[in-house]
């Protein structure tokens, strides 16, 4: 239908143009020839060159649609992958530019024989010098691409402000559900487009551990939107021009300044780098564990030696190591020991210790 309306006006274009030229070009050629023409004649002559140029001009309208399609598609492919913030920026930067060239154009263009193609040059110059220079400033204007920015309500709203982002590790781990539903994370927990493009690729993955993985971070997420006491909010924002998942991160933290919860110590450590506040499951579990001073006494089983010679190994019930000390005879048993030093490490706390007596605890195994 739209294309026969199309038709249909090209139709008419091509009927108005075609008429118009040639009622001029016969006016012209009667009044260089000599030659007299009546008015129907002339309208007649004029009506017979609009026709043909309807007719070619509906012919080949179908032409010019699928030509507009294909450049349509082109331009939209090529313009895809470059983010919208950086077009509009591009070309408020481009406008700023001819705006100058233009002024700088005027005094140039009177230069003698050359100024009219100087002046042209650094208009264009300028123009290009303008939208390069926005691009690699764009980073120092945030209250600029912050407006070009595909953001929630909420965003816009600033309820972002105190967000705690999380990356797909601390999704897969599943205990950040228990700490939202323990009340100690507030705000909004926001979960990005990427992170769960990444957990979908992983819960498809051909590796039965890793599509378990993926499969276990969905449900965790599925979970926390239906039980979880704060709003959860996937944000569709995306850095296109940034591959690495957890530079993504550090970029939307920054936008969203918001907070990144993880347990991954690398991307940690990237976020102290970098300035993000970031809040580590980790370290928060070892916060959370019992404090336990030397000369204090517990019960541990032995699960099995250690690594120097007549130590043994048992864990507690928050899978804190203890280092029992001549306790590689009593693997298998439950003892008394008496703690002598703690030693607190970036993979957590471990416990050293010493049997409280050589016999095992009797009825305890």
């Not at 569709?236 to 957890?246: K, L, P, T």
């Amino acid at each position: 239908m739209l294309q026969k309306i199309l038709r249909f006006f090209s139709f008419a274009v091509g009927f108005a143009a075609g008429y118009q030229l040639v009622y001029k070009g016969f006016a012209v050629i009667a009044a260089n020839t000599g030659l007299e023409a009546t008015f129907t004649t002339s309208v007649g002559v004029s009506v017979l060159g609009g026709s043909v140029f309807g007719l070619i001009f509906y012919i080949i309208t179908p032409w010019f649609i699928r030509l507009a399609s294909l450049v349509n598609g082109w331009v939209q492919s090529a313009l895809k992958s470059i983010p919208t913030q950086d077009i509009a920026v591009g070309v408020i930067g481009l406008m700023i530019g001819l705006l100058v060239g233009v002024l700088l154009s005027i005094a140039l263009y009177r230069i003698p024989v050359v100024g009219v193609y100087i002046s042209q040059v650094v208009t264009l110059f300028a123009g290009y010098l303008g939208m390069s220079l926005m691009l690699s400033r764009k980073e120092e204007m945030p209250f600029l691409t912050g407006l070009f920015t595909r953001q929630s309500r909420a965003e816009r709203s600033g309820n972002f402000r105190s967000a705690k982002i999380l990356d797909t590790s601390v999704i897969i781990d599943g205990r950040i559900v228990d700490i939202c539903a323990a009340g100690f994370i507030e705000g909004v927990v926001v979960i990005p487009g990427f992170v769960l493009e990444e957990l979908r690729h992983i819960a498809d993955s051909s590796d039965a551990l890793k599509r378990n993985r993926g499969r276990r971070g969905l449900d965790i997420l599925n979970r926390m939107q239906k039980e979880s006491l704060i709003p959860v909010q996937i944000v569709e924002q995306d850095f296109e021009d940034i591959a690495e998942v957890d530079s993504k991160l550090v970029k939307l933290a920054k936008t969203l300044k918001g907070k990144i919860v993880t347990n991954d110590f690398n991307l940690n450590k990237v976020c102290e780098l970098q300035g993000v506040p970031v809040l580590n499951i980790n370290e928060l579990a070892n916060a959370v564990k019992p404090i336990v001073l030397p000369g204090e006494e517990m019960v541990a089983l032995i699960v099995k030696d250690g690594k120097e010679a007549g130590q043994g190994v048992a864990y507690l019930d928050d899978g804190t190591m203890v280092v029992v000390e001549g306790g590689r005879r009593y693997i298998g048993d439950t003892i008394e020991v008496v703690v002598t030093s703690v030693l607190q490490t970036a993979a957590g706390r471990m416990i050293f210790a010493r049997p409280k007596m050589a016999e095992k605890v009797s009825g305890v195994r």
